[in-house]
């Protein structure tokens, strides 16, 4: 093969009128050194013109043979099968490519090849980025706004902190070059980046040079270009995604999905048995926020439970991050999909998250056995007992994509790189994880904050370095953050329906026992055991079980000399005692110790937290050291010492394995309320009065509402709000007279004496709720029930498609 120390590429495409300047310009400029540039060659790619650009770049050939024209008379590939195709037919040690319209002179060569000269670099590339770049004619504002944004996305996407990637004037070595173009398969604008990306993944070293450029009028790029870039990084990306991630990804799906597959196999008549009344609660919450945002009305605000009072919204967990982008899903699919979707594909994508993380941060090198180490311990964070508990019923607890996303930019700004840059995201970040679930993100500032501490202590000269960028960078994120959620959170605090605090009782800290114990849920769980150590199966936030502490403890001894395993493992215990509460019983003994909960459980925003749930920070902190021990286990040199320690993981992993949920069957929805019978019955402004009270105990009017279309108020409901004059948070509405009677003899409570104070109660409290009928369907002590509201409202009810009908608005009606 002759070797040529020089090979100029131009791609040409409808050039007849600029191409002969511009070959004229390239072979004086070379010609006028023969010393520097030696043996030579232009390659013109004629892509498909179909003016006289192939007649022109003959002449120019005919003229000087060091020209060699390719292609013409073919279809217009794109600038990228050109490029392709001239650098592959090129001999050049230097490969040079430049633009037909050589917006970059020629003579800015002698910039590039110096520094690929002088510093033995791969690629030199031209730069109008660079801050001692000269731009003498601009292109217009908003082509020049596009090119920002687009090499914005283009280093966030494909390749970090090249700065300029489209500039048409590169300079490669000869053969790296024909290596990249050679493994490229995008044919449109994208394969700048694809090339550029190929050096970068091969470790060849790029350099970004200050150029002359001026727009040349007749740019071949036009605005639908721009979407086709996007289209091309979409497709770049993709070929970069490693085989093992893609199986690592389909893993955690196919885990969730038959997790979940009991309730997707009959999303019509299916419920999870151990969702108590959270799963009508969240479909609600999904379908009231379509609903107002697809009215164009306050998605924090509703009264189409509290009657009259209303919700608050953002008091609640509806998350907005999630349910107003699936409006469209609830809408055509209904709330049901929408809630099997979130918890579903929010546990794969929690799971995904935890193993970019790793495979990023922690893990030692980028190679297959180091990505399943990461994996497996992905897998222990998202798929841990507590989160497992809470997939029961609280989504806002099981999607926690983002807390990783988080932890990887407070990571960065330690660092100390792109403080502004990095600040500025991480407010966005923590924003957008206010609209997922505050509590969480408040569990995760914990935990960083508990590592952050412990790692300081250990590693002091890092935190030397690291404190000024990142207390920076956390005043840059606020800064973003506040604006955005400030009205928000004005309204969750201050608006109609706010509270204070949430009352949980006294028993919502953790048994020690917790902790060594299996979840119900776990292969080898057993809910006879489980039950008693946890408040119910959706609030099971420890539940590791002894082998898997027992493995992380003798993983802790084992890799002790690591800073990062002692900072992990003081954030685990100071996490776990925790959530012990302000007091906890020491196991087998009547002896109750006070535990540093006390000194939080009063203070703002900690006063509402249920204090049992600060250990789901152990399940991160467990899954780094699962995934750091197999990642040693896998590339030791010891065999035997491979597979006992394989096999100690095996015996911790396996008892707590996620069994699928069960599912029990929901019930039916009254012909009265499925078929619209309800609105003959109700006036403007009306509610729907269930019997009993719709309450945290037996919220399936909520699901009435949801699954029909949400045509009617209820009193009562299943929501945070305010009670009493102090605004305490309880769970569901302040109570009322009545609406106690009715729930105590739900449960078997005796019928009093029904007389006139008790009518007059009834009526009152009819009144508050603005009540247009009143409906009682089958179920448990239907009779005492059907008694006691015909007596309270003086007459009997009326059987009305499948349910008891009273009316009580005002007016003439059948029952008076």
Not at 651 to 665: I, K, S, W
Request: proline letters at 7%; hydrophobic letters at 45%.
């Amino acid at each position: 093969m002759t070797t040529t120390d020089l090979s100029v590429v131009v791609p040409a495409y409808n050039e007849e009128t600029r191409l002969r300047p511009t070959l004229d310009a390239i072979v004086a400029h070379l010609r006028a050194d023969p010393g520097r540039w030696g043996d030579w060659e232009i390659v013109v790619v004629d892509d498909g013109s179909t003016d006289g650009t192939t007649r022109v770049a003959g002449e120019a050939a005919a003229e000087e043979p060091r020209i060699h024209v390719i292609g013409g008379g073919g279809p217009n590939r794109g600038k990228g099968h050109a490029l392709r195709t001239g650098v592959l037919a090129s001999y050049g040690r230097r490969v040079l490519v430049t633009d037909a319209d050589l917006a970059t002179p020629i003579d800015e060569l002698d910039r590039l090849d110096k520094q690929l000269t002088s510093e033995g670099g791969a690629a030199a590339i031209g730069s109008r980025a660079h801050p001692e770049s000269r731009i003498e004619v601009h292109q217009r504002a908003l082509r020049e706004w596009l090119g920002r944004m687009g090499n914005r996305l283009i280093r966030a996407v494909a390749v970090p902190g090249i700065h300029d990637t489209q500039c048409g004037f590169k300079l490669f070595d000869g053969e790296k070059a024909r290596t990249a173009f050679a493994d490229s398969r995008l044919d449109g604008w994208g394969i700048d980046v694809e090339v550029l990306s190929f050096f970068q993944r091969a470790g060849w070293p790029v350099t970004e040079v200050p150029v002359r450029w001026a727009h040349r009028a007749g740019s071949k790029v036009r605005p639908l270009d721009y979407a086709k870039v996007l289209l091309e990084l979409g497709r770049l990306k993709w070929r970069t995604v490693r085989r093992v991630d893609l199986a690592v990804v389909g893993l955690f799906l196919l885990a969730s999905v038959l997790l979940y597959k009991n309730l997707w196999y009959d999303l019509d008549r299916g419920y999870l048995a151990d969702s108590m009344q959270d799963q009508n609660q969240w479909e609600w919450f999904f379908a009231v926020t379509a609903d107002n945002v697809a009215g164009l009305r306050n998605p924090l605000f509703t009264t189409l439970q509290g009657h009259p009072d209303g919700v608050n919204l953002m008091a609640n967990t509806v998350m907005l991050g999630l349910s107003v982008p699936l409006t469209p899903v609830t809408l055509l699919l209904g709330p049901t999909v929408t809630w099997a979707l979130v918890l579903t594909l929010g546990l794969t994508a929690t799971a995904c998250s935890w193993y970019w993380l790793i495979a990023r941060r922690l893990v030692r090198g980028p190679g297959v056995r180091s990505r399943w180490a990461a994996a497996l311990g992905a897998a222990v964070c998202a798929f841990a007992p507590p989160m497992i508990s809470h997939g029961n019923a609280h989504p806002n607890f099981l999607v926690l994509f983002m807390i990783p996303v988080i932890v990887d930019r407070a990571l960065r700004l330690c660092d100390g790189g792109r403080v502004i840059r990095d600040g500025v995201l991480l407010g966005l970040f923590a924003a957008y994880q206010i609209f997922l679930g505050e509590e969480p993100l408040l569990l995760a500032s914990m935990g960083m904050l508990l590592f952050a501490l412990s790692y300081a202590l250990v590693r002091r000269d890092v935190a030397r370095a690291a404190w000024r960028p990142l207390l920076r960078g956390i005043g840059i994120a606020a800064a973003v953050a506040l604006p955005l959620v400030a009205f928000p959170l004005w309204w969750q605090f201050f608006g109609p329906q706010s509270y204070k605090s949430v009352l949980h009782g006294d028993n919502a800290g953790n048994s020690p026992l917790a902790f060594l114990e299996f979840s119900g849920r776990s292969l080898l769980g057993q809910e006879s055991r489980a039950d008693p150590l946890a408040m119910n199966r959706t609030e099971q936030n420890a539940f590791y079980g002894w082998p898997l502490i027992a493995f992380a403890v003798a993983v802790a001894v084992r890799l002790w000399r690591l800073a990062v395993v002692k900072a992990l493992t003081f954030t685990a215990i100071a996490a776990g005692l925790l959530s012990l509460g302000p007091r906890f019983r020491i196991p087998f003994t009547d002896t109750v110790l006070p535990g540093p909960w006390k000194w939080l459980a009063d203070k703002p925003l900690f006063e509402s937290v249920i204090e049992s749930r600060v250990a789901m920070i152990c399940a991160p902190v467990l899954g780094l050291l699962v995934a750091l021990a197999l990642d040693r286990l896998l590339t030791t040199p010891v065999r035997t010492d491979r597979a006992v320690g394989i096999a100690a993981l095996a015996v911790a992993l396996v008892p707590v394995v996620p069994t699928p949920y069960p599912v029990r069957e929901r019930p039916e929805i009254p012909a009265f309320i499925a078929d619209g019978t309800y609105r003959d019955h109700l006036g403007p402004g009306e509610s729907v009065v269930p019997v009993p009270i719709p309450d945290p105990g037996d919220a399936e009017a909520l699901h009435w509402q949801s699954a029909t279309g949400l045509g009617f108020r209820v009193p009562g409901g299943y929501f945070n709000g305010p009670w009493g004059p102090d605004r305490i948070g309880i769970y569901g509405a302040s109570p009322r007279h009545t609406s106690n009677l009715l729930r105590d003899i739900r449960y078997g409570g005796r019928i009093p004496p029904i007389g006139p104070n008790w009518q007059a109660q009834a009526r009152a409290d009819l009144d508050f709720w603005r009540a247009g009928v009143v409906v009682l369907a089958p179920q448990d002590n239907q009779a005492a029930l059907y008694s006691t509201v015909s007596k309270l409202l003086g007459r009997p009810g009326k059987w009305t498609d499948g349910v008891w009908v009273w009316d009580v608005h005002p007016g003439p009606s059948p029952d008076r």
